[in-house]
């Protein structure tokens, strides 16, 4: 395992800036995801990364040797890809061996390998079969087993299940989790999909035109985004305009959410004036004979204008005030539903703690 470090690292192609100078680094063992929307520089960071392209500054160093010059052959990385890159005249065996076999290992050796590598994805059985024989999540494993198959410090991941259906996008996102448990390799992996970025990464690196705009783990950047960008990017959230009244020598603030006519005190550390109040839609409670609100919540009311059924959720829309407000409430029963008709009043509450402050 080796620990990766990005210090100031930029790409521009004439007048375009690809990447803004970048600082980021992966600990050894860690999986770290590249997030963002096109054209966010995820791909140009992870290419940088690759050696496929130069950087036009700054310096990237595993195990704090600069590799900013070195070819991608000798960088020692593996790379998977979404379109597979298998040889479609070579078995799956030789597919896995040939990049053993350019490294000049003994045929012992690669033999061994190979074989390790098609056991960890669970396809020993079908080493003598070509690529157009297999699904598009047996080649993806294949394409896996070939980048895992010389044991690299550092595994890049560009978009690798984006060429694969639903389904087997959720079998292979389990099946690249349980790889990185069991081998602790060091994994780059560039997305666009926020739950494969929540369900596999230690950290989310998220992008946004040409640079980071936060890194921190899931939970963190999911409930306590730093920015707008980040808290619209990343699942549904409510954005509320609010301002922030701080007392000196008071740990808490005052939150005065006028569209709503709701006030509340909260530990933001944003300063004093406009600000925006974040609530994601499952974090609002529907108040029932059955689930009373506690004594410490703030409660309000509103009327429901819609109501989407998502199967083990329901999505629903309330008008309080001048605002709209998404909730996500967990479905429990047709019976349940009936009460949720539109038009009606609607009791809510909120847990201050659920609410995050974030600059406007």
Request: negative net charge; hydrophobic residues 40%; proline residues 6%.
């Amino acid at each position: 395992m080796q620990e990766l470090r990005i210090h100031g690292v930029s790409k521009r192609y004439g007048h375009f800036t690809a990447l803004e100078p970048t600082d980021l680094t992966v600990a050894a063992g860690e999986f770290v995801t590249l997030l963002g929307p096109s054209g966010s520089g995820k791909t140009t960071l992870l290419s940088l990364i690759a050696g496929l392209a130069e950087p036009d500054s700054g310096r990237i160093l595993l195990d704090g040797v600069d590799v900013s010059g070195l070819p991608a052959h000798r960088r020692g990385l593996g790379m998977v890809f979404q379109n597979y890159a298998l040889f479609p005249h070579m078995t799956v065996a030789e597919n896995v061996a040939f990049g053993l076999q350019t490294r000049r290992l003994a045929a012992a050796e690669v033999q061994d390998k190979v074989q390790r590598a098609l056991t960890m994805v669970r396809l020993e059985a079908l080493a003598h079969r070509v690529p157009k024989e297999l699904s598009g999540g047996q080649q993806q494993r294949v394409a896996l087993a070939r980048a895992l198959a010389y044991q690299p410090a550092i595994v890049l991941m560009d978009e690798p299940l984006g060429a694969l259906d639903r389904n087997l996008r959720e079998e292979m996102k389990f099946e690249i989790a349980r790889l990185h448990r069991e081998l602790g390799t060091s994994v780059v992996y560039v997305t666009h999909d926020q739950e494969e970025a929540l369900v596999l990464s230690d950290r989310i690196c998220l992008m946004n035109r040409a640079r980071v705009e936060q890194i921190d783990p899931p939970e963190t950047l999911y409930f306590r985004p730093q920015t707008r960008f980040a808290a619209e990017f990343l699942g549904e959230s409510n954005l509320l305009d609010c301002t922030v009244s701080r007392t000196p020598n008071q740990p808490l603030a005052q939150i005065t959410v006028t569209s709503l006519g709701l006030n509340l005190q909260h530990d933001a550390p944003a300063a004093n004036g406009p600000a925006l109040l974040m609530l994601r839609p499952e974090s609002i409670e529907i108040e029932t004979p059955l689930h009373p609100a506690p004594a410490d919540a703030l409660r309000l009311q509103g009327v429901l204008m819609e109501r989407i059924f998502l199967g083990p959720m329901t999505r629903l829309l309330v008008r309080i005030g001048s605002s709209e407000l998404k909730i996500l409430k967990r479905t429990t029963s047709m019976h349940e539903l009936r009460g949720l008709e539109l038009g009606t009043p609607v009791d809510i509450w909120l847990d201050p703690e659920r609410c995050h402050i974030l600059k406007a």
